[in-house]
C-alpha cells in the first residue's frame, strides 16, 4: 500500500519539469559534473568518504543562535557541507506537515492549514546555516509585532566626597530600542502540477526550502549591513573607523594601517567579543597584506576549505550581502560584537501551499515568509570601513 510520504513524493514530482523547461538539460549536466567531481574527491580521500558513509542518515542537534534543531544527514556534498543537513521532525509533526501539502494538492480546501511551529522553527534554522546575521546576532522571538526594550543611554557619573557631604548625582538616562515588524521578507515558488519526473526526491525538502529559506536569511544579512525595512544598521548605526573617498580611494583602503585603526576604534575596553565582517573581494586584499615586519597579517587555519582564521586576533566572517565596490555612503567591511545588534522575529519561517490562485494553469505556490525588524545596540562596539566621497 502506498504511504503518505510516496504519496506526496508522487504527487510533487508532477511540479518539476515544466518550470525549468528547456534549461532542464543544462541543470542536469552541470549537476552531473558536480556530482562526478564529488564522488572523484571521495574516492581519492577514502578516509573522507569512510567518516560520510558512517554519518548518513544520522540526527545531530545543534545548538544554534536560533534555537535548538535537530537535522538529519543526507548528502555527500564536500564543498558546502551544511547542505547535506536536512531539518528532522517527530512523526506526527512530519505527517501533520505532509497532510497540510497533500490538502492542498488533492482536495478542495480553504488553504487555511496551519504548518506546526516546530516546523516553522526548523526553517529558520535552516536559514541559520547561511546566514551571519542570523547565526551570530543577537535573536530576540516575539509574538507581537511591535517591541520595545530598554538601553542605556549614558554612564553614570561618579565623584568622590568626604562622609557629610552628598556624592554628584549619577545623570544616568534610559534609552529605548523601538522594533516595528511590519513587513514580511519572503518569496514564492511556482511548480507546474502536469509533468512528471523521473527522478525521486523531495522537490519541496530538498529545491524550494533550503534556497528559499537561504534567501531570506540572506536578506537579513543585507538589511544588518545596510537597511530597507530594519529600523537602524550599522552602516549608519556608528561613525567609527576609517572614511575613503571615491572608487580608487576605497578600493585601496584596506592596508595594515587602516585595519589597526578601525580594529581600536572598537571599546575593546568594554569586555565587547568583535569579529571581522566583510565580502569576498575584501578578504582577497587582506590576506594579501604584511605587517611593518613584511609577515603576512592573516593568520589561516592549519586545515581549512574557505577563508577560516583570524585578522589582527579577531575572527572573520564572509558576508556576500556586502558590496566590494561600495557606492557613496556604503561600507566595505565592519568591526564589531555582533550581540551588539538585535533582530527581533515574530515567530519562525512562515511555509505555505497555494493550489488556487494559477489552478487553470495546473500550477501550485509554495510561499515562504519571516517577520522581523533590527536595531543596534550600542554604537561604541562597533567601527567600519565605509566610502565618503569628498
Known sequence: METKEQKLQG??????????????????????????????FLEENKAIKTKMDAMQDKQFKLSQNTGDNLYTFKGYDINTPWRNFRPAMSNE???????IILKALTSANTGAYAIPVEYSNALLGLAELTSVALSKMRIYSTSTNSLKLPAKATRATVDA?????????????????TFTIDKRVGAYESLYNDVLSDQMFDVVGQFVEPVMAEAIGQNFDAEVIKKTE???????????????????????????????EIAYAVELERGVNPEWFMPRGAMKDVVKLTDTYGLPIFNPVPVSGGPAGSLLGYPI?????????PDNGAIRLAFGDPKQYIIAINGG??????????????????????????????????????????
Do not use: C
Not at 93 to 99: H, L, P
Not at 162 to 176: C, I, K, P, R, V
Open 11 to 40: 504527487l510533487i514530482k508532477e511540479h518539476v519539469q515544466d518550470a525549468v523547461g528547456d534549461k532542464l538539460s543544462e541543470i542536469e549536466a552541470k549537476a552531473a559534473a558536480l556530482e562526478e567531481a564529488n564522488a572523484k
Open 93 to 99: 509533526v512530519k505527517e501533520a506537515g505532509q497532510d
Open 161 to 177: 566626597q568626604a562622609f557629610g557631604t552628598a556624592n554628584t548625582a549619577a545623570a544616568t538616562t534610559l534609552g529605548q530600542l
Open 230 to 260: 530594519f529600523t537602524t544598521d550599522i552602516t549608519a548605526g556608528t561613525s567609527n573607523g576609517v572614511t575613503a573617498s571615491g572608487v580608487a580611494g576605497i578600493a585601496a583602503a584596506i592596508t595594515y594601517a587602516n585595519l589597526v
Open 317 to 325: 566572517n564572509i558576508m556576500p550581502a556586502f558590496d566590494n565596490t
Open 349 to 390: 519561517l512562515v511555509f505555505q501551499t497555494n493550489p488556487y490562485v494559477q489552478m487553470k494553469e495546473g500550477i501550485t505556490q509554495f510561499i515562504m515568509y519571516a517577520r522581523a525588524d533590527g536595531n543596534i545596540v550600542s554604537d561604541a562596539a562597533w567601527a567600519h570601513l565605509k566610502r565618503v566621497d569628498a
